[in-house]
């Protein structure tokens, strides 16, 4: 029993600003690498950012520089902070997580969405 839970997404203006959380819990044991992702209507489901248990982080070309990932690992929770926003980055963003479960079964789990609106 694993949950992600997405909050955080909303309408912002073009060059604006959002920070989108990601929780995550029930039986877990350890969680491995937390990863945003990201659809938008009529086009596949992309990686935006992802930061490994251990190593640095990861980002599509398309957000570099504007988006920043992080995580509490204390709190199973990981971040996106995202800046100088732009209509293309108008999306369902979901959050993604590999995990070690309390049983160590290892899984992938998604929450269930948070939508981002850019718009003027």
């Known amino acids: 029993q694993v949950q992600l839970v997405e909050s955080g997404g909303g309408l912002v203006q073009p060059g604006g600003s959002l920070r989108l959380s990601c929780a995550a819990s029930?039986?877990?044991?350890?969680?491995?690498?937390m990863n945003w992702y990201r659809q938008a209507p009529g086009k596949v489901r992309e990686l935006v950012a992802g930061?490994?248990?251990?190593?640095?982080?990861n980002y599509a070309d398309s957000v570099k520089g504007r988006f920043t990932i992080s995580r509490d690992t204390a709190k199973n929770t990981v971040i996106l902070q995202m800046s100088s926003l732009k209509p293309e980055d108008t999306a369902v963003y979901y959050c993604?997580?590999?995990?070690?479960?309390?049983?160590?079964?290892?899984?992938?789990?998604w929450g269930q969405g948070t939508q981002v609106t850019v718009s003027s």
């Open positions: 993604n997580a590999h995990i070690r479960t309390i049983d160590y079964t290892s899984d992938t789990y």
């Open positions: 029930g039986s877990i044991s350890r969680i491995y690498a």
């Open positions: 930061i490994p248990s251990l190593g640095s982080p």
